[in-house]
């Protein structure tokens, strides 16, 4: 390995004729590092941020000269990676285009008074949703540190769930306001015409501030103008100069404050100096003041880089908290890992804080506050302009879930019904609906449930399920039952239509079902092996009320850039009735880019058809998915019956039906898994001309269902209205009454 010593001691010279200038940072890596080593770099005062282990034994950090001259006394071994880490950034920052997201001056970033102008922005163009911005107190320069905030009514102080988000804690991370600003933008664009935002933006009160340390922030612009400034600290006057002058704004916090020098340092020259006391620092004890003054449910202090979502403690790995508490900050963090793969953990996981913002704002308010790094060490503190706007935009969807979950979020988690996918005419069958309030409160006002089909013939007891109150992080089920009367209606695909409705937000649910009581055939169960179907799909170990199921990936997520498939045996059609397919399916599929697909051939496998079945979405276009194609995409949220009618001419015929899980090149989930694949028909209903309510006889009440459809009263089913139209011309009108009265007659 290559020594330091050599290029160290070019380094002095270079820094010895710039007068006054800044000292230097470097990445360098730490080898044969011990436990004994590695506590001696803890209690030094060196900001581990961003610091990585790339084995068990070595480090990669970014240093100052000064520190890198320190661990040379300390007889630490390393290695220079990357020399002048300033520079180094900055020669990845370009002159953005003017329409690009990352506009601003350094590199793309934008400076403090062009986030101040923004802020103005927002009120000036979206006041009804947007507040003005307000000054939570000044830092130590006297720079107003704003806060803003994004609520309908935004000038008045609702009663609603609050949110808090920071940036800027650490003036050298510009990810971390640049990530707030993309959301900012987001919510502004999107409120007019994206329901869920306009739930969030309604029901909620989301406050930002996203520069808490604007001395530090402008000094790093005076220092390097196009960006790539190394000043951590605030520009408190201690003594030192340059970087090392200033306190750690993320050390100061009032929560065991000092506790031990692992986690903070008590020299004011240090990178994790810790302040004279708890909140010696105007701008963190302005940030208490506001917190104390508000209600806020949770909070994100947005920094970079390592690519990790963290949680309470940090100050000590033996810390404690209510088992209720943890199983919050679990949810959260791994629901945001799953939506961009950062690493959910506890603080102290990584290396011990003390008086860090998370600590204080949960263990002393009860504020459920995380800490995301954003971006990898090569993002580093200043990501390259290319790189501002994926890092921003993979952290969208987790502030938005972070946003919801401050109040209710609703999702429907399984559909159940009773009798599969088939409903026995004139008998009730029970629809369970489970919904899952994943939020941290119930929603307000309450919810409604309502059942409707477009098929008036389907009834529903109840049609309407009123719902005051959903417990926070619980799991309810609501039934309601269903009926048809009408024999006309054997053998039609009803839809089932199912909305939720909670704070103005509609979600919905469509499944499908057939009346009547199909003969089944043949059934394959996946009970005894794979044979006789065969593909890359395996047998899994679940089923539908069963212990094996055919599955695409077994207790795995499926492989990225794949399409796996699953070709049916040689299946003949029963040649009686209306031929069906029904099976039981559940899936969890990246949703837009990736599905399931299910195809049918007729001709030995030469050609493929694809289906449509009601629990399918369309193409979006994207990745996987073709446009003007159908498949499975999403979450299914338990195992939903699935039927596919097929066309009575295929009675008799070979049928060969085929499986399909297509990925793309990234993000993958568990994939596919159905069960119960059964050949079945129904026999259509026998019954009278002019019965169109389907109950055996003409009479009456066929005439009155007749006069009301003519007269525009009500509008018959299809299969009613085929019924009705006693001369088969494709209308109801008086010459189909003459042919009713004759046989009534
Ligand atoms: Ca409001
Ligand atoms: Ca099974
Ligand atoms: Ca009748
Ligand atoms: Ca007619
Ligand atoms: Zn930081």
Request: with cysteine.
């Amino acid at each position: 390995m290559k020594r330091f010593f050599a290029i160290l001691a070019a380094m002095y010279l270079l820094v010895s004729v710039i007068d006054g200038a800044e000292p230097l940072y470097h990445t360098i890596e730490i080898d044969a590092l011990s436990l004994e080593g590695l506590t001696r770099l803890l209690e030094s005062g060196i900001a581990l941020e961003g610091a990585e282990m790339l084995t068990e034994n070595r480090m990669r950090l970014i240093l100052s000269e000064n520190e890198i001259r320190w661990l040379e006394d300390e007889k630490y071994v390393f290695e220079l990676i990357q020399y002048d880490m300033s520079s180094f950034y900055a020669s990845r920052l370009t002159t953005p285009a003017k329409d690009d997201f990352a506009s601003g001056s350094m590199g793309g970033n934008f400076t403090f008074a062009e986030t101040v102008d923004l802020l103005d922005q927002y009120r000036s163009d979206f006041p009804h949703i947007f507040s003005e911005k307000m000054s939570i107190g000044t830092s130590v320069e006297g720079r107003q540190i704003w806060a803003i905030k994004i609520s309908d009514n935004p000038d008045i102080d609702e009663n609603e769930p609050e949110i808090l988000f920071t940036g800027l804690h650490h003036a050298r991370e510009p990810q971390s306001l640049m990530t707030l600003i993309y959301l900012m933008d987001y919510i502004a664009a999107e409120y007019p015409h994206n329901s869920k935002i306009k739930h969030l933006v309604d029901y909620r009160e989301i406050w930002i501030v996203p520069v808490l340390n604007p001395d530090g922030y402008v000094y790093n612009q005076n220092i390097a103008p196009n960006g790539g400034g190394m000043h951590r600290k605030n520009r408190k006057s201690n003594g030192c100069t340059g970087t090392e002058m200033g306190t750690d704004l993320n050390r100061n916090y009032g929560y065991k404050w000092a506790f031990n020098n692992n986690g903070s340092s008590g020299n004011p020259c240090e990178q994790t100096y810790r302040g004279l006391s708890a909140f010696s620092e105007p701008e963190t004890d302005y940030l208490r003041q506001f917190i104390e003054s508000r209600n806020f449910v949770n909070a994100m202090n947005y920094h970079s880089y390592g690519n990790l979502m963290l949680y309470p403690f940090g100050y000590s790995s033996s810390a404690q908290m209510p088992l209720a508490d943890l199983e919050i900050f679990q949810m959260i963090a791994e629901t945001i890992e799953s939506m961009n793969g950062y690493t959910a953990q506890p603080s102290h996981n990584l290396y011990p804080t003390n008086g860090g913002s998370d600590d204080w704002i949960y263990g002393s308010k009860g504020i459920f506050a995380f800490t995301g790094e954003i971006g990898s060490y090569s993002d580093g503190f200043w990501p390259a302009t290319s790189r501002i706007e994926p890092l921003a935009e993979e952290n969208l969807e987790p502030n938005l879930y972070f946003i919801s979950i401050a109040g209710a979020n609703i999702a429907f988690k399984r559909l159940f019904l009773a009798s599969g996918s088939f409903l026995t005419i004139g008998d009730t069958t029970e629809l369970s609906v489970t919904l899952e309030n994943s939020g941290l409160d119930s929603p307000k006002g309450g919810a409604v449930i309502r059942f409707s089909s477009p098929h008036s013939e389907l009834a529903f007891f109840p049609e309407k399920i009123d719902i005051a109150y959903l417990a926070p992080r619980s799991e309810n089920s609501f039934k309601t039952k269903l009926l048809v009367n009408n024999q006309n209606l054997i053998g039609q695909e009803i839809i089932v239509e199912i909305l939720l409705e909670y704070e103005d937000l509609i979600l919905s649910r469509h499944f499908s079902l057939i009346p009547g009581e199909p003969i089944i055939v043949q059934t394959y169960d996946a009970e005894s092996g794979l044979s006789p179907w065969s593909g890359h799909w395996l047998i899994g170990n679940t089923g539908y009320n069963s212990s094996h199921g055919y599955d695409d990936s077994p207790n795995a997520n499926y492989q990225d850039s794949r399409i796996s498939v699953l070709n049916s045996p040689a299946i003949t059609i029963p040649d009686s009735g209306l031929p069906l397919i029904t099976f039981f399916a559940q899936w969890d599929i990246e949703e837009e880019k990736d599905w399931a697909q299910l195809a049918m051939s007729i001709d030995d496998g030469v050609s493929w058809q694809k289906m449509a079945l009601p629990s399918m979405t369309a193409g979006s276009g994207r990745a996987m998915q073709a446009l003007g194609e159908f498949g499975w995409s999403g979450k299914s949220y338990g195992w939903l019956p699935q039927v596919l009618l097929l066309d009575e001419a295929l009675q008799g015929a070979s049928v060969q039906f085929r499986f399909s899980l297509s990925s793309d090149r990234n993000i993958n989930s568990p994939g596919y898994i159905f069960d119960d694949f059964s050949i079945g028909w129904i026999e259509k209903a026998e019954l009278p001309p002019g019965d169109i309510n389907g109950d055996g006889i003409t009479d009456e009440a066929d005439y009155e269902l007749l006069m009301r459809h003519i007269l525009r009263f009500t509008k018959l089913d299809p299969a009613c209205f085929l019924m009705a139209d006693l001369n088969q011309d494709g209308r109801l009108n008086i010459l189909d009454i003459i042919i009713f009265k004759k046989i009534v007659e």
